[in-house]
């Protein structure tokens, strides 16, 4: 094959990443008010700053008929970037590709950048928007969800794990953030639930909403396992940019420093009344 062939065929299998599940589920994504793993990716990194890993990763499955559905990428796009300058790794799943569910070679991918933020002492930020374990996988889906539950304890206090839930989220693809530091929501457009309404109505014939299943209200009003949730894909991403300049990168690290006019022995009365002398009376959290 001559270099001119072998440029060719990288640029289709390019295009072929990039265009996840194709223009069908991409157009879905964007009637409903999502924007693609690709462009999320876009608009909470710096400009330029993402380096794309594993791009042409493919399941191994030879199951119900995926040895004919291959989608280079298969459904997670991983790799790292920057927040205003400072490095992190990062996940996004991509809802138009299985429904962002996960696979062997999927949880591969994502286990490979949580060791990597460990390694580098980075956060790692997770885009979810997935429909959990592929059921065409079955258990090596499971498998995998152990590997990234394992990371996500080990990383736990060592980097900062951020969560955005930015879709219907089911399954693996909730365990794992709820395990996570902060889990931020966008609203009327996210759910985090152990499976969908549908599949809640086939087994225990009970009708729920996705909302009040595991809406963004329900999780920061009822639950509290969401800690931030905004209006929207853009607004939510703009707020976790603004979130990173707050924290260390790392356990060793100190959190930034910013000069402000507010001096630090200045007192503050109302804290002595903030929570009442009497242990036994409740508060407004
Ligand atoms: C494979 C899946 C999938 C899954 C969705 N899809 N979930 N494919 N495995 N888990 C596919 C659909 O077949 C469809 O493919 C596309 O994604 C979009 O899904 P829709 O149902 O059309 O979308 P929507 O109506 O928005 O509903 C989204 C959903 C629902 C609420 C997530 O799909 C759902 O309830 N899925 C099943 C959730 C679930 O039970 N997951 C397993 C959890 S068990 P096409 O080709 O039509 O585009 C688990 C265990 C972890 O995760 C334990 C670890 C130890």
Do not use: W
Request: with cysteine; hydrophobic share 40%.
């Amino acid at each position: 094959m001559s270099l001119k062939d072998m440029f060719e065929r990288l640029e289709k299998r390019n295009a072929e990443a990039e265009s996840g599940g194709g223009e069908k589920r991409v157009a879905r994504q964007h009637e409903s008010g999502k924007m693609t793993a690709r462009e999320r990716i876009n608009l909470l990194l710096d400009e330029g700053s993402f380096v794309e890993m594993d791009k042409f990763v493919t399941h191994r499955c030879l199951d119900f008929g995926m040895d004919k559905q291959k989608i280079p990428g298969d459904g997670v796009i991983t790799g790292f970037g920057a927040v205003n300058g400072r490095k992190l790794y990062i996940f996004a799943q991509d809802f138009t590709v299985f429904g962002g569910s996960l696979s062997g070679a999927y949880a591969e991918k994502v286990v490979k950048i949580m060791d990597l933020a460990m390694k580098h002492g980075v956060p790692v930020i997770g885009l979810n928007d997935s429909g959990g374990a592929r059921i065409q996988e079955g258990v090596v889906s499971l498998g995998g969800y152990a590997d990234i539950f394992l990371r996500n304890t080990l990383a736990s206090g060592v980097v900062p794990q951020i969560s955005v839930i930015m879709g219907p989220c089911a399954g693996g693809a909730v365990y794992s953030p709820a395990i996570t530091d902060f889990i931020f929501m966008v609203k009327d457009s996210s759910y985090m639930f152990v499976t969908g309404p549908d599949v809640v109505k086939t087994v225990t014939h009970e009708e729920v909403t996705a909302e009040e299943l595991g809406g963004a209200m329900t999780h920061s009003t009822v639950s509290g396992v969401c800690d931030r949730a905004y209006e929207n894909d853009v607004e939510t991403l703009q707020m976790v940019r603004r979130f990173i300049n707050y924290l260390p990168a790392n356990n060793r690290q100190k959190a930034p420093f910013r000069p402000t006019p507010d001096r630090s022995d200045r007192m503050e009365m109302s804290l002595d009344t903030l929570i009442p002398d009497n242990p036994n009376m409740p508060y407004d959290m």
